[in-house]
DNA sequence: CGAGATATTGACTAGGCTCAATTGAAGTGG
DNA sequence: CCACTTCAATTGAGCCTAGTCAATATCTCG
């Protein structure tokens, strides 16, 4: 664990090597992956509004990550506009973001959800020089329903649905994309979430 | 409507009096209510990040609105920086309050989900000097659906289960809380939503 | 007053959850 | 190296919540 929800923040986090999830908690105790992290993406961005971290960053496998000092950051913002912009559309990039999650948890079917989460790791892994057919998953199927808004068992047995359709075999943690039109096409008429 | 997903950003805005909604939309057509906003609070903040808004902002009742042009803001930040860190935590905080929406629509059931929203609007209501108890609700039963990821039907079907409960009385868009304490209790043992 | 939008209520259905059993993988220690 | 434990994943059966479809009621406003 990086960091927990309720830790004070001083610093932002840039994943240089591995994968981490991001967890928030109900006050009654439900928990809920709100992101994962690959290569190159940043976390703790939650924690400059209050002051404290609202979320838990925890490793999926070993992970290095490389310290941003928020004091830092602020300071080369205010040095450099250029860097100041860029800190402002990281920042609302997150928001768009978790517009797109919202959007998926309030308006998607169970399948639709996962073809959109399977698309978007695609992207990812495709856009970090990986094959966007061989998925490496390195969360758990709860993990994935948690950030699904489904149960596991309900993740488990869409991986079935998918790889008897043809769309997809799965190896345990190993998904690879055989019908990458047939799992766009799962998105209702014809769509794709972007990031 | 103020603007459109798409629009080029160039402006966030400051509600002066008023009530608008936020609407993002799927490739498939598909849309949903991303969140509320009320006298006092900024909307626009998810354009940084490409350059373009990406929900469209919609106006729920005569409303008036504060423009802050980007470029203004920008050179303030620069020049001042304890509003440049507020702008981060203005930033920030929409990425926790966004966090917090997608624990609602992952992991609560509809009473909760109905719950912790008027709960959430009576502390925002309060915040504004008006009474906690009295809401006057500027939406749709739709949009409030919409919002919690629900059918209008099953947030009509919930107003009147709470106000059979003794929890609220109903009369359209007005509700009035009876029972504060019952209403948190909805919430599974014992949390509110903090915002 | 009438038209259109909004809200309520009912009956039925279905998608995803719960509970439960089983299998499989991976790590531990003798 | 292999039994043993533990954790993760799969699969099945039955149920329940919220969605769908449909009929009315109510409000708003020209």
């Known amino acids: 664990m990086l960091f927990k929800a309720g830790d004070p923040f001083h610093a932002i986090y840039a994943i240089r090597r591995g994968c981490m999830k991001s967890v928030v908690t109900r006050k009654g105790g439900a928990e ?66 978790n517009q797109n999650v919202m959007l998926l948890l309030g308006t998607m079917r169970a399948e639709e959800r996962l073809a959109a989460f399977l698309l978007s790791l695609s992207s990812r892994f495709a856009r970090r020089g990986h094959s966007p057919f061989e998925l490496s998953l390195r969360m758990t199927r709860d993990d994935i329903g948690s950030y699904l808004g489904l149960t596991l068992e309900t993740v488990s047995r869409l991986f079935g649905r998918f790889r008897n359709a043809g769309l997809l075999e799965v190896d345990q943690r190993i998904v690879r994309i055989r019908d990458y039109a047939g799992l766009k096409a799962v998105l209702s008429p014809d769509e794709a979430l972007a990031d």
Chains 1, 2 share one sequence.
């Open 32 to 97: 809920q992956v709100s992101a994962f992290y690959m290569v190159g993406e940043l976390l703790g961005l939650d924690g400059m509004g209050r002051g404290r971290y609202d979320s838990s960053a925890v490793a999926l496998e070993d992970t290095e990550v490389c310290v941003l000092p928020f004091s830092l950051i602020a300071q080369l913002a205010h040095e450099r506009p250029s860097f100041q912009h860029r800190l402002y559309a990281v920042l609302s990039r997150e928001i768009s973001r």
